[in-house]
């Protein structure tokens, strides 16, 4: 455990933190659909990406991508939910284990549309599920009760989720997969619908629960870039490749990459200050992104 | 229902300034009180149109209240007491055990062995059960295990239809979410598949409850020898008895309204989130 005061300090790194074995590893995955007009769709094609452990950081890692770039459906396939046409998931589940392919369950993930239990209140959405885990029973409703009372839903603990506000289902959401003591955790689009206020809290909430334990991982999809920018340490670009006419290619795939260790941008709390942020912010919205 | 004079003048806070026309609007806002008028309404409607009807065959609510009056004065196996009680009885115990049975049948149906099984028996719903009286026959003693065998089996083929119907109809999202959490076969059978169908279930014995009224009369009318509100109707018509008919018609409406109202009670109280709309 370490403090996550001390990772977010406003001012560079002393130095380069190490990086260390490969946590989630994505080898050229494609992913066709077959279209109602009986053709085939190429959503994703050749999509490959890599997590590494960075020592004594968390992870946090954004994909990037404008609408219907194939974001969910990525998520989809290292979530272990659907079945890559081609290519390989391969995750390592815990610390000092070795890379295998993934299975459903290995990976939490906060879906974009934050399905929760319908007909379990909302202290029952978080204890349910971590006690079919193996959680003891006291020790889970401590726990939810902690957790609802730190993101301010004490109020909501014996609402039905179909009394919730958006905002408010989305964090019983997030808190759910929290339960669960998970290493790896993909939230879809947790910026989308939210108040600039509240988007800060959703990224000083990941960010907090990030740095509660080293070997966490976040993969955030998203389309904002800002926020993006704000919370990740690496950023991957998804989108087409075009053609000599300038017309995009079907199948989406990491265009770019961002080293935000590298640039300086990470584990700061300062950053949205610094004139690079501001310089790279502007080079993918106005160069990358309309490119995608 | 409340009735009080002085609410006339003070309408309830949730109706609009001009309930008659909130009465003719697409989703109109009409409180308990606007609501009750309106039931009392048609009510007055049914019995004017009872009154004043052209129809001969249709006795007038005199005649059928002077039946009653006979139907409770006759004595044992022939009074009202006594056939309400048989066919109230056979009635709660169909929809009983035609509820679990087609509860495990059509829960089962997640399971891709046992889905031919239930598409089997959705599709007997389309075969006249009373063809199977032979069978039923030779299966079942005459009687109370036979018209609780017909009822049942005749019942579980329209209850298996729309439980499954119910299944199918559960989110793909909230299985995933189950998965994603960790959950192993077992608990999304329970949570994803039974816990949260169970209020619509409770909607589908309702709504199923008419048809085995329908049977429930069909089936007492070739079992004739214990009694009961099929066995009385097929006696009486055959006498040209039609106010005695109607009578024991109108029981059965009234025991259905009952029954309608106490299994949404069950609903409303043991799944409370039933109750609350989902919002766009
Ligand atoms: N089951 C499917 N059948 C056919 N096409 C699909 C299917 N699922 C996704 N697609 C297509 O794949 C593409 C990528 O969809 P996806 O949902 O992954 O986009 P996204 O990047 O998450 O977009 P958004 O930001 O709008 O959520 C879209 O063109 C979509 O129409
Ligand atoms: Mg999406």
């Given at each position: 455990m370490t403090d996550n005061h001390t990772d977010c300090i406003p001012g560079p790194l002393d130095q380069m933190p190490a990086r260390l074995e490969t946590l989630l590893h994505i080898e050229k995955v494609g992913k066709e659909f077959p279209m109602n007009d009986g053709s085939t769709f190429v959503a994703l094609k050749d999509f490959s990406l890599e997590i590494q452990n960075i020592k004594d950081k968390p992870q946090i890692v954004s994909l990037l991508g404008p609408s219907g770039s194939g974001k969910t459906t990525a998520l989809r396939i290292i979530a272990g939910l659907d079945k890559p046409t081609s290519g390989c998931v391969l995750i390592t589940n815990g610390e000092g284990q070795h890379l295998r392919p993934v299975r459903v369950g290995d990976v939490g993930v906060v879906f974009q549309r934050y399905p929760l239990f319908e007909d379990l209140n909302v202290l029952h959405n978080l204890i349910d599920p971590a006690v079919r885990s193996g959680m003891n029973k006291d020790e889970a409703k401590e726990k939810a009760l902690r957790l609802l009372d730190e993101f301010d839903l004490v109020k909501q603990g014996l609402a039905w989720p179909l009394q919730l506000s958006g905002g408010q289902r989305q964090r019983v959401a997030i808190l759910q997969q929290l339960m669960l003591d998970?290493?790896?955790?993909?939230?879809?689009?947790?910026?989308?619908?939210?108040?600039?206020?509240?988007?800060?809290?959703?990224?000083?909430?990941?960010?907090?629960?990030?740095?509660?334990?080293?070997?966490?991982?976040?993969?955030?999809?998203?389309?904002?870039?800002?926020?993006?920018?704000?919370?990740?340490?690496?950023?991957?670009?998804?989108?087409?490749?075009?053609?000599?006419?300038?017309?995009?290619?079907?199948?989406?795939?990491?265009?770019?990459?961002?080293?935000?260790?590298?640039?300086?941008l990470a584990y700061r709390s300062d950053v949205e200050d610094l004139p690079r942020f501001v310089e790279i912010r502007k080079e993918i919205r106005l160069v990358e992104f309309p490119k995608l | 229902m409340e009735t009080s004079a002085t609410s006339v003048a003070t309408p309830p806070t949730n109706d609009s300034g001009y309930p008659l026309r909130e009465m003719v609007r697409v989703y109109g806002a009409v409180g308990g009180f606007a609501r009750s008028h309106i039931v009392i309404g048609w009510i007055v409607l049914?019995?004017?149109?009872?009154?004043?009807?052209?129809?001969?065959?249709?006795?007038?609510?005199?005649?059928?209240?002077?039946?009653?009056?006979?139907?409770?004065?006759?004595?044992?196996?022939?009074?009202?007491?006594?056939?309400?009680?048989?066919?109230?009885?056979?009635?709660?115990?169909?929809?009983?055990?035609?509820?679990?049975?087609?509860?495990?049948?059509?829960?089962?149906?997640?399971?891709?062995?046992?889905?031919?099984?239930?598409?089997?028996?959705?599709?007997?719903?389309?075969?006249?059960?009373?063809?199977?009286?032979?069978?039923?026959?030779?299966?079942?003693?005459?009687?109370?295990?036979?018209?609780?065998?017909?009822?049942?089996?005749?019942?579980?083929?329209?209850?298996?239809?729309?439980?499954?119907?119910?299944?199918?109809?559960?989110?793909?999202?909230?299985?995933?979410?189950?998965?994603?959490?960790?959950?192993?076969?077992?608990?999304?059978?329970?949570?994803?598949?039974?816990?949260?169908?169970?209020?619509?279930?409770?909607?589908?014995?309702?709504?199923?409850?008419?048809?085995?009224?329908?049977?429930?009369?069909?089936?007492?009318?070739?079992?004739?020898?214990?009694?009961?509100?099929?066995?009385?109707?097929?006696?009486?018509?055959?006498?040209n008895q039609l106010a005695e008919v109607y009578a024991y018609l109108l029981i059965i409406g009234v025991i259905a309204v009952i029954e309608d109202g106490l299994l949404s009670l069950i609903k409303r109280v043991l799944f409370p989130y039933s109750l609350v709309a989902e919002r766009a």
């Open positions: 998970r290493h790896f955790i993909i939230l879809d689009e947790p910026f989308s619908g939210l108040d600039p206020v509240n988007i800060l809290n959703v990224i000083k909430l990941i960010s907090n629960i990030a740095h509660q334990h080293t070997l966490n991982t976040f993969l955030i999809i998203t389309h904002d870039v800002t926020s993006a920018l704000i919370i990740s340490d690496h950023l991957y670009l998804l989108g087409r490749e075009r053609d000599k006419q300038g017309e995009p290619i079907q199948g989406s795939k990491v265009m770019k990459v961002y080293d935000l260790i590298a640039e300086g | 049914f019995l004017l149109v009872w009154f004043f009807n052209p129809i001969k065959a249709m006795p007038y609510p005199s005649e059928v209240l002077r039946a009653f009056q006979r139907m409770w004065n006759a004595p044992g196996s022939s009074g009202l007491v006594y056939n309400v009680y048989v066919t109230l009885k056979l009635n709660i115990v169909g929809v009983l055990i035609s509820s679990v049975l087609s509860l495990l049948i059509s829960y089962l149906a997640v399971i891709p062995l046992f889905q031919p099984f239930n598409k089997f028996i959705q599709w007997l719903r389309y075969i006249p059960i009373v063809g199977f009286n032979l069978v039923f026959l030779t299966l079942f003693a005459i009687g109370w295990p036979m018209k609780v065998a017909m009822l049942t089996t005749g019942m579980s083929f329209f209850l298996v239809t729309s439980m499954t119907s119910v299944i199918a109809s559960i989110p793909r999202m909230k299985y995933e979410l189950a998965r994603v959490l960790g959950y192993n076969d077992w608990h999304v059978f329970y949570s994803v598949v039974v816990r949260p169908t169970l209020p619509a279930m409770i909607d589908m014995i309702a709504q199923n409850a008419a048809m085995g009224w329908v049977m429930i009369t069909a089936i007492e009318t070739f079992n004739r020898t214990e009694g009961g509100i099929g066995s009385q109707i097929y006696a009486y018509t055959s006498t």
